[in-house]
T-cell receptor, first 109, second 115 residues
Framework: AQRVTQPEKLLSVFKGAPVELKCNYSYSGSPELFWYVQYSRQRLQLLLRHISRESIKGFTADLNKGETSFHLKKPFAQEEDSAMYYCALRGGGYNKLIFGAGTRLAVHP | NAGVTQTPKFQVLKTGQSMTLQCAQDMNHNSMYWYRQDPGMGLRLIYYSASEGTTDKGEVPNGYNVSRLNKREFSLRLESAAPSQTSVYFC??????????????FGPGTRLTVL
C-alpha cells in the first residue's frame, strides 16, 4: 500500500537551530516525492520536489530509497519558516498525490 | 491571475441537505482535483479530472459527485450531507502529469460543517 508517514505532529525549535522534518514512505515502485508548505493564512504551495534537487528558502531534501525517506532539512531555522509542512508521494496513477498528516514547525525567537 | 478560487469559504449544513462546492482556475490547466482534509490526517483525494470531459474517483469518493463543467471549472456536490463529511475541502489544478508543468496549485479551501 502507498503511504506517507510524518512521525512528528509538532517540531519546536529556536531561531538559528537546525531543522529536520521527517518523512517516510511506502511504495513498491519509483516514487516521486514532494514537500508542500502552508504558511498561516496562506494556501498550500509546493516547496520542493526531489527530482529538482534544488534548495528552496534554504531547505533541502534528499530521497533515500534504501531507508524510504525524504526528510526536509534546513541548517538554520528562521521565524518565518513557521508553518505546516506536508510530505507527499506521487506514484502509480495520474498525478495523484498521497499526503502525510503534516508537521507543524514552530520557530521561536 | 487569481489562480485557483473556491466558493464558499465557509458553510454549515444540516444532515441530509445538499450543496455544491465551486472551484475555478485561470491558469489554463488541464487537470483539476478535489481533496478533503481532516484533523490529524493529510489531504485525501476525492475525485480528479485529468482533462475536460473526464472524471475519476480518488481515494475517498463515496458520498460525492463531481462535474467538470468546462476547462476552468470543477464542482463537487454533496447530495445528502452527513456529519462524517465535516472537513476542509481543497481544490487544486495542474498541467498534465509528467509534462514538466504538473505541479498542483491549491485553492484557499472551504470549511464545511455538517450538523
Amino acid at each position: 500500500a502507498q503511504r506517507v508517514t510524518q512521525p512528528e505532529k509538532l517540531l519546536s525549535v529556536f531561531k538559528g537551530a537546525p531543522v529536520e522534518l521527517k518523512c517516510n514512505y511506502s511504495y513498491s515502485g519509483s516514487p516521486e516525492l514532494f514537500w508542500y508548505v502552508q504558511y498561516s493564512r496562506q494556501r498550500l504551495q509546493l516547496l520542493l520536489r526531489h527530482i529538482s534537487r534544488e534548495s528552496i528558502k534554504g531547505f533541502t531534501a534528499d530521497l533515500n530509497k534504501g531507508e524510504t525517506s525524504f526528510h526536509l532539512k534546513k541548517p538554520f531555522a528562521q521565524e518565518e519558516d513557521s508553518a505546516m509542512y506536508y510530505c507527499a508521494l506521487r506514484g502509480g496513477g495520474y498525478n495523484k498525490l498521497i499526503f502525510g498528516a503534516g508537521t507543524r514547525l514552530a520557530v521561536h525567537p | 491571475n487569481a489562480g485557483v478560487t473556491q466558493t464558499p469559504k465557509f458553510q454549515v449544513l444540516k444532515t441530509g441537505q445538499s450543496m455544491t462546492l465551486q472551484c475555478a482556475q485561470d491558469m489554463n490547466h488541464n487537470s483539476m482535483y478535489w481533496y478533503r482534509q481532516d484533523p490529524g490526517m493529510g489531504l485525501r483525494l476525492i475525485y480528479y479530472s485529468a482533462s475536460e470531459g473526464t472524471t475519476d474517483k480518488g481515494e475517498v469518493p463515496n458520498g460525492y459527485n463531481v462535474s467538470r463543467l468546462n476547462k476552468r471549472e470543477f464542482s463537487l456536490r454533496l447530495e445528502s450531507a452527513a456529519p462524517s463529511q465535516t472537513s476542509v475541502y481543497f481544490c487544486a489544478s495542474s498541467g498534465p502529469s509528467g509534462s514538466g508543468v504538473d505541479t498542483q496549485y491549491f485553492g484557499p479551501g472551504t470549511r464545511l460543517t455538517v450538523l
